[in-house]
Structures are given as C-alpha cells and as structure tokens.
Nanobody, 123 residues
Framework: QVQLVESGGGSVQAGGSLTLSCAAS????????MTWFRQAPGKEREGVAA????????YYAAPVKGRFTISRNVAENTVYLQMNSVKPEDTAMYYC????????????????WGQGTQVTVSS
C-alpha cells in the first residue's frame, strides 16, 4: 500500500509563488507516475503536472505550462510542484496521485491519492 502526504499549500497573492510537496511512503511497479491534480469548487478534477518516477519525464497541462514546474527527489520519494506567477484561477484543492496510467491526466486511472492541500490565490 502506498501512502501519499501533501504539504505546502496556503494563501498567496496573484503573481506570487508557492511550492507543494508530496511524499510517498514507497514507490512500486504500480507507481510509474506521480501526478498533481487540482479541483476547484463546482469543477471537475483536472491534471496539472506529472512526472515519471523512473525516468523523470514530465508532462504539463496547458493552463500551467511555463508557470509550474514538477520535480522529484528520488532518494526521498518526494515530488514537488513549484508554482510561479500564480493566478486567481489556480485556486483549488491540490491532490497528489500515484499510479500506472495510460493517460497521465486521467484521474480514474490512479490507485493512490493524498488527502489534498488547499491553494488560494487572491487578486
């Protein structure tokens, strides 16, 4: 069983920066990707950024490309999401997920989820 623990959420003004962390208890064959999703009130959960746990390949959703950076610390089984130039529309609960998806931003294909961390961006 893989456990994921997110941290680093909070409130920030538009244009500012925030870094989220996701620590995995272990990585296995079934955790080929670790991915950040977000869900705003009344909206569907959407993929934000993903990283391959073996080769470090990264993927970004269009709304955050060029502003967010996903990275990993292999020794600590930890993935980070550096959020720069944040906008009010980035306000959401951010979730870390791990799995072996066919489509990296398809939430239903992930087996393991963290509890979420809230990010609020004020204008």
């Amino acid at each position: 069983q893989v456990q994921l623990v997110e941290s680093g959420g909070g409130s920030v003004q538009a244009g500012g920066s925030l870094t989220l962390s996701c620590a995995a208890s272990t990585l296995t064959y079934s955790t080929a990707y670790m991915t950040w999703f977000r869900q705003a009130p009344g909206k569907e959960r959407e993929g934000v950024a993903a990283i391959g746990t073996v080769d470090g390949t990264t993927y970004y959703a269009a709304p955050v490309k060029g502003r967010f950076t996903i990275s990993r610390n292999v020794a600590e089984n930890t993935v980070y999401l550096q959020m720069n130039s944040v906008k009010p529309e980035d306000t959401a609960m951010y979730y870390c997920a791990a799995g072996r998806p066919i489509r990296v931003f398809q939430a239903s294909q992930y087996n393991y989820w963290g509890q979420g961390t809230q990010v609020t961006v004020s204008s």
